[in-house]
């Protein structure tokens, strides 16, 4: 009999479709020797009968506050007899009640009241994972001690590909044996993309502490991965325009848009942490400027044009054009504030303003590339394609601004690449991975 055997696991199942293999991971657990009863949120049950779980485990099935036939107060008895909690799938749903300690059922009640380690194993749609703030929960439930068994990428039940689908049962099972025999999760299932960015300074780090954490880590299953930081960009140079731009009606009074200069700036800390020089010229934003990147203020569209077109030439290997430059601008600014009902300002009249994508495509010379962006509502693909040939540029990157995880001020944005080499559609990423697959995108051009 292994050190395991007759451990008491509470198996939480939640109401996703990957319910039905809680019942795999339920007899991972018993071939490796443990007691498995299960609790159930109400939705779960929708997926996966209790009366299945209740013939697999050899226990009554607690799925309420209220009726458990073998105690009146089973979040209690439940979370004092496990010696485990293993939570598959975890909702987003459950996650957020686990983080607000909420305790309105008798999942969430247990969690609130468990007395041991508790393992989460997420599965949900793509989007709902990468959201803020699904990622925020796992960073706090992480911080206080949950341990988790991340969810893979593959094509989820929605249809979408990405990540969100339950981790292998064996990796479910054999970290919750892991964690029954103390040791720690391996490695292997707690690896997520954040894991994947995360480095660790070698430089200076005297090799023999290296050394002892690789082993310290080897001898509890897991590995230390030592990444040096990517610097595929260094020598090249960057120009990226970014946030709105103001057009004045009189001293106090001006014509902007929704852009908050997100997109761009998070480009510019890529590439310059990906070793490029960047510079940034920003319409009025409240963003910092990002380390080691130059910020060249300005405020209205054709003080944008100028900043942009004069730096253009200088050794600059790639543009990219986040802004979202006012397209017109009031032909006679006033000197002075405007009185109402004394002066008349109910008509503006507009001029158009200067295209910079265009005036820099046009100016490009052999090697450097320019990049454009389509924000739009409808009809991406085709104003892209449109945009693309109008403006001469390389490169267009597409996003649909009428979608809440693409829109101005997000965290995330669902890009496509309009290219004359087609169309490629990016999953709902994190503005951080969409900059990078921006970059990496530029570098394929700038090599070719
Ligand atoms: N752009 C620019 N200068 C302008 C207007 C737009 O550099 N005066 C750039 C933007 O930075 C973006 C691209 O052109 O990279 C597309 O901008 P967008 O406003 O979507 O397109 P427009 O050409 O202005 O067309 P419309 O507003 O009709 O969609």
């Known amino acids: 009999m292994s050190e395991t055997a007759a451990k008491k696991v509470l198996l939480g199942v939640s109401g996703g479709i990957a319910a039905y293999k809680a019942c795999e991971v339920l007899r991972g657990l018993q071939k490796a020797g443990c007691d498995v009863r299960v609790m159930m949120t109400e939705d779960a049950t929708r997926f996966v009968g209790e009366v299945t779980f209740e013939a697999l485990s ?141 480095t660790v300074e070698v430089e200076g780090t005297p090799l023999g502490i290296l050394e002892a954490l690789r082993a310290a880590a080897a001898a509890s299953g897991g590995a230390i991965v030592v990444e040096e930081p990517v610097r595929d960009l260094e020598g090249w140079n960057f120009l990226i325009t970014a946030g709105p731009t103001h057009e004045a009606i009189d001293p106090v009074r001006f014509i902007a848009n929704a852009s908050t200069g997100k997109m761009g700036y998070t480009i510019a800390r890529r590439a310059a942490e990906r070793g490029a020089h960047v510079t940034i010229v920003s319409g009025p934003v409240s963003i910092p400027a990002p380390d080691g990147v130059e910020v060249v203020r300005v405020t209205s569209a054709a003080e944008m044009y100028d900043a942009a077109t004069s730096r253009f030439g200088h050794g600059v290997d790639c543009a990219i054009c986040t802004a979202a430059v006012a397209d017109y601008t009031p032909k006679r600014p006033a000197d002075h504030k405007l009185k109402k009902g ?66 101005f001020g997000a965290d995330t944005s669902r890009i496509s690449f309009v290219s004359a080499d087609g169309v490629e559609n990016l999953d709902t990423m994190p503005l951080e991975q969409v900059a990078d697959a921006i970059l990496d995108r530029v570098c394929t051009i700038m090599v070719a």
């Open 58 to 198: 050899g226990h009554a099935v607690a799925t309420s506050l209220y009726g458990f036939k073998e105690s009146s107060i089973p979040h209690i008895m439940l979370s004092e007899w496990a010696d485990l909690i293993v939570v598959v799938p975890a909702t987003g749903n459950v996650m957020a009640k686990m983080v607000a300690g909420l305790a309105d059922d008798l999942m969430s009640a247990t969690l609130l009241a468990a007395a041991s380690p508790v393992l989460v194993a997420p599965a949900m749609n793509v989007r709902m994972w990468t959201n803020p703030a699904t990622q925020a929960n796992l960073e706090t439930l992480r911080q206080r001690g949950v341990q988790f068994v991340m969810p893979t990428e593959g094509r989820l039940a929605c249809g979408d590909v990405g990540t969100g689908k339950l981790a292998d049962v064996d990796d479910i099972v054999s970290a919750a044996l892991a964690l029954l025999e103390g040791s720690a999760v391996p490695q292997a299932v707690v690896k997520d993309e954040a894991a994947k960015v995360q």
């Open 342 to 407: 004394i002066e008349r300002i109910d008509v503006i009249e507009l001029v158009e303003t200067k295209d910079i994508l265009a005036a820099l495509s046009a100016a490009k010379g052999s090697g450097q590339v320019v990049v454009g962006f389509a924000a739009e509502t409808n009809d991406l693909i085709a104003y892209a394609q449109a945009k693309l040939a109008k403006k001469g540029c390389d490169l267009i990157v597409a996003n649909d601004v009428s979608r809440a995880d693409s829109t």
